[in-house]
């Protein structure tokens, strides 16, 4: 069970594997991988900048994975999340759940990218070619 935050690249099918190999006596395996879209309300994002306080998403992080793990029995899981100035069709989060059973591990994956969307201590700013926007969290779900 693992929290990352990190300016670095990753490569989900990596992550994905290494996550698969270390769980087979799990009877399922839910990834989520999120990407840095190409457009918003047809304009074109040349990039985003997101910032956080890594000390407290982690917090807030852990507290509600926790939660998630004891209510409903999952056996693993890793989150991924960049920070920094990302391009489109990068990677932004990846999100991996192992549990006896798909349910679980679908309802993991879902609650952590609401919880990311809406509470987590995160600044969004897309760059457009002539202008930027802070991203505000209830835009986020789109």
Not at 10 to 31: C, E, T, V, W
């Amino acid at each position: 069970m693992k929290i990352f935050f990190q300016s670095e690249k990753f490569d989900s099918h990596a992550l994905l594997k290494k996550f698969s190999d270390n769980n087979k006596k799990s009877g399922s395996i839910i990834s989520f991988t999120g990407q840095v879209r190409p457009m918003r309300n047809n304009k074109k994002i040349t990039s985003i900048d997101i910032e956080l306080y890594k000390k407290m998403a982690y917090v807030q992080t852990k507290k509600i994975a926790k939660k998630i793990v004891k209510q409903k029995k999952i056996n693993d899981f890793l989150i991924v999340h960049r920070y920094g100035r990302l391009y489109p069709e990068e990677n932004i989060i990846f999100i991996a759940a192992a549990s006896e059973h798909r349910a679980e591990g679908f309802f993991f994956t879902e609650e952590i990218i609401l919880w990311f969307k809406k509470r987590i201590t995160f600044w969004k700013k897309e760059n457009f070619k002539r202008s930027s926007n802070w991203v505000e969290s209830d835009s986020l779900n789109k």
